[in-house]
């Protein structure tokens, strides 16, 4: 039976309500084929034996048709009463330009701390340029390194998550478990892997609003692999897609000149409007630059499943 629009929301609700990549985990749903037991014992697994008691609350709560308990709407309401992270500023930047800067969204420190779980769960020393080269990391520049503390506690920051509840205009939202990533400087013999500017949304209508999110983990000057957009483009997605000539792939078209690559501090956060091309830049710098994704999303939000 073919996938529908709520079957795809629904699955990755309850992969993301759970603390779960949705690629890894359809290689263990695929290559072991597991019981219900083992499923459940693997996802126990991965948070050592206890999962997050709201978490499995708001997956009851929307799986059932039931209300939140008390518990959720306190957790809500609190995040709610936070004060503002993003100012009048910040959201006549973010109009212009589809992307903000959170600055400071976790402590250096945290950053820092992130930062190291990654250098060890490469095997390589920021210290010793040769080690990060020695071999390959995952897809690319992308790795497959989700589960450590540090990044948990991450996806848990009041700041990043009040500001993606300003942008969404509700608290109620729905945190990914995304990668991480490491892109060193390039050589001759490793040049530059991407990703090079692309969408991660589909390019057929109805367009809906979305946000994406990286966090960064070291300092990184725009010379440094840092993340680049074309600033403004969600103002004119539609129009172009509109009046490009017949049979034209839009994914292969070049917007390398408009793109500008974003630098920002150690523990800044910057979350951009999913209508722009995007991606990560040559890294011509001295240091890797290492990032965590992580994006948000309220219940109701639909994504287009013909894909262009």
């Not at 206890?50 to 008390?70: E, H, I, T, W």
């Not at 006549?92 to 903000?100: L, M, P, Q, S, T």
């Not at 013999?189 to 990703?195: A, E, K, N, R, T």
């Not at 049979?247 to 078209?253: A, E």
Request: hydrophobic content about 40%; charged content about 20%.
């Amino acid at each position: 039976m073919e996938s529908t629009e709520k079957d795809w929301r629904f699955d990755n609700l309850l992969l993301n309500g759970l603390g779960l990549p949705l690629e890894e985990t359809i290689q263990y749903v695929g290559q072991q084929a597991p019981s219900f037991l083992e499923f459940e014992q693997w996802i126990l697994a991965k948070h050592n034996g206890q999962l997050d008691p709201l978490q499995v609350d708001r997956l009851n709560s929307l799986f059932s048709g039931q209300p939140y308990p008390a518990a959720v709407l306190r957790s809500l309401q609190e995040l709610d009463q936070e004060p503002d992270v993003l100012s009048a500023e910040d959201f006549a930047f973010w109009e212009k330009n589809g992307y903000v800067i959170v600055r400071g969204a976790i402590a250096r420190e945290q950053a820092r701390a992130t930062e190291v779980a990654v250098w060890e769960a490469l095997g390589m020393h920021p210290q010793e340029p040769a080690t990060w080269y020695q071999k390959p990391i995952g897809k690319g520049i992308m790795m497959d390194f989700y589960h450590h503390p540090t990044l948990r506690a991450n996806r848990q920051s009041t700041r990043i998550r009040k500001a993606f509840a300003q942008l969404w205009q509700t608290p109620d939202l729905w945190t990914t478990t995304d990668r991480t990533s490491f892109n060193p400087p390039e050589t001759a013999d490793l040049p530059f892997q991407g990703p090079h500017l692309h969408w991660d949304m589909r390019l057929e209508p109805p367009f809906r609003f979305g946000t994406q999110g990286l966090l960064y983990l070291c300092d990184t000057p725009a010379e440094q692999g840092a993340f680049c957009c074309v600033p403004g483009f969600h103002r004119t997605l539609e129009t172009w897609l509109a009046n490009l000539p017949a049979g034209t792939d839009p994914r292969q078209v070049n917007l390398n000149a408009q793109a500008v690559p974003i630098a920002a501090e150690a523990g800044d956060f910057i979350i951009w409007h999913h209508f722009l091309p995007h991606g990560s830049s040559p890294n011509r710098g001295t240091y890797p630059r290492i990032v965590q994704y992580l994006n948000m999303y309220p219940v109701d939000f639909k994504e287009n499943m013909a894909w262009r």
